[in-house]
């Protein structure tokens, strides 16, 4: 058997965050949000005369996406006419861009078990989305709410090596344009949609190997799992003495599978031309760095600042800086708290918050509890008014209600004893009908200490601090054997 090495690029379409279309000025809505054919004209239905213009927003959030991979914006550029029929594209062609792309040659970097890597990025051409089929039983219906949204299509190098990197590629290129907000990042959506170019080499040489392009990928994990099959198909086929056929498959997520769709079309079979309704866009410099200028902290820069300022693990800062909202909540906290350690902070995001978030379903924008609100719980167990668990109640009732820590801490009766004299009381009594406990303790079984001392946070619902009941019971234990 010959040692092979992965040889993949990835092609990614993301449609862009704007009010309207990319050549008209229909709304862009979500699919599922608005009836069918609820925001169409006669230039994103493609009517015969129709006019299209250019959404100067659109080309901007491709700026903004190509200076953070890196690119170099191109100031001449040309939008072409892709020339196939669908059913869903009305016009008969997609505009596009094709020789002439407004950014190129960036890279991105990623890291996996292996180490960090930088990957290439090709070309960002801005296109237009097409309509959407639905087949319901034997009729297929189209709605072309989706027809004319701007859409970005990030052409990698063919730089990645195995299933694990596209995957660490597509995350990173995920949470990157989340957080320029060029894109929201929602995958079962389909506003980002993820297509790997995949092939062979023996290991040593340098010609790269014929190509299968996976379509319709909607997960992280098909992404991984079908690029990890199609290397394994495509080493198979080279070691029978077959040869791998260029052609566009797709994932079978139920049996595991790639299958055959269709062979891949070349360029010509596009007939690609100018889009001569459109003049040449020419993107002045003065406008790429406006851009520039306001680009916010990617997530690689957030992370090791993180790590710097606030002392915490990279484990740490990874989960908190995956994604902008999530950072951007701890910062606020922190802040709010003053000078509270950071990990605190962190802790309780990490544990509590991502945990109901989970359960819930809800996204850390729709969160009810303010950093500020949070900041005030913490600071509450933090200065020993309410012991942690408590904390994790109080909590579970803000994320609920919205209410604030100390409003229910009032409310409920949670507060932590403070008076000692009250925990003096409670222990004696533990101690009083616990004799065998008490005997076994004094007898040198010290494990059992363990046992009183939650008989008496048992007693106290809570609200004893562990420390000072512990402080307290061993005392008095002690006082006994004399
Ligand atoms: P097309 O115009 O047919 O989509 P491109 O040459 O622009 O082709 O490449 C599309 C994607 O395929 C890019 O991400 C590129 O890196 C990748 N690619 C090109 N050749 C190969 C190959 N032999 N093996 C794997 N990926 C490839
Ligand atoms: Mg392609
Ligand atoms: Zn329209």
């Not at 989305?129 to 190098?157: A, Y």
Request: some cysteine; hydrophobic content about 40%.
């Amino acid at each position: 058997m010959m040692n092979y090495e992965g040889v993949i690029g990835l092609e990614v379409h993301a449609e862009l965050v704007t009010h309207s279309k990319m050549f008209c000025s229909c709304a862009v809505v979500m699919s599922d949000g608005e009836p069918p054919n609820s925001h169409v004209c006669p230039i994103c239905t493609g009517m015969p005369g129709m006019l299209p213009v250019i959404n100067r927003r659109a080309v901007e959030l491709t700026i903004m996406t190509g200076l953070a991979l890196n690119c170099t914006i191109e100031v001449f550029n040309i939008f072409a006419r892709k020339n196939y029929f669908y059913p869903d594209l009305p016009k008969g062609y997609q505009i596009s861009q094709y020789e002439y792309p407004l950014c190129r040659n960036g890279w991105l970097e990623i890291e996996t078990a292996q180490g960090k890597r930088q990957i290439g990025i090709r070309r960002v051409p801005l296109e237009e989305d097409t309509g959407k089929n639905i087949h319901q039983g034997n009729v297929s219906l189209i709605d072309f709410n989706r027809s004319g949204v701007p859409l970005m299509e990030i052409v990698s190098e063919p730089d990645l090596r195995t299933a694990e990197e596209v995957k660490a590629y597509g995350e990173k290129l995920r949470a990157i344009l989340r957080y320029l907000r060029v894109n929201t990042g929602d995958m079962e959506k389909g506003v980002i949609r993820f297509e790997p170019n995949i092939s062979l080499r023996a290991v040593g040489t340098t010609v790269f190997g014929t190509r299968t392009e996976l379509k319709n990928l909607n997960s992280f994990r098909a992404l991984e799992r079908g690029t990890a099959y199609e290397l394994a198909r495509q080493a198979k086929v080279l070691d029978e003495g077959g040869r791998v056929v260029q052609e566009t498959r797709g994932w079978d997520e139920n049996r595991g599978v790639t299958v055959p769709q269709r062979s891949k079309e070349e360029a010509e079979d596009y007939r690609y031309f100018p889009e001569p309704d459109l003049p040449p866009l020419l993107v002045e410099r003065a406008w790429v760095e406006e851009i520039r200028a306001q680009l916010p902290e990617l997530p690689d820069a957030k992370h090791e600042r993180f790590v710097k300022a606030y002392g915490l693990s990279a484990d740490d800062a990874g989960l908190l800086v995956a994604d902008r909202a999530v950072a951007d909540y701890f910062e606020a906290t922190v802040k709010a708290l003053g000078g509270q350690p950071p990990k605190a902070v962190c802790n309780w995001l990490t544990g509590e918050l991502f945990r109901y978030l989970n359960e819930t379903q809800t996204a850390i924008e729709q969160v009810k509890i303010a950093p500020q609100q949070l900041a005030e719980l913490i600071a509450l167990v933090e200065a020993g008014a309410i012991n942690l668990n408590t904390g994790k109640r109080v909590f579970a009732e803000m994320f609920k209600s919205g209410a604030a820590a100390k409003a229910i801490v009032e409310a409920q009766g949670l507060a932590q004893i403070s008076d000692t004299g009250a925990i003096e009381v409670i222990v004696a009594k533990v101690l009083d009908t616990n004799p065998n406990e008490v005997e076994k303790y004094l007898g040198g079984k010290e494990t059992v200490l363990g046992f009183l001392v939650g008989q008496a946070m048992k007693e106290s619902r809570g609200k004893a601090k562990p420390a000072t009941v512990q402080e307290i019971m061993k005392r008095q234990l002690a006082e006994r054997k004399q």
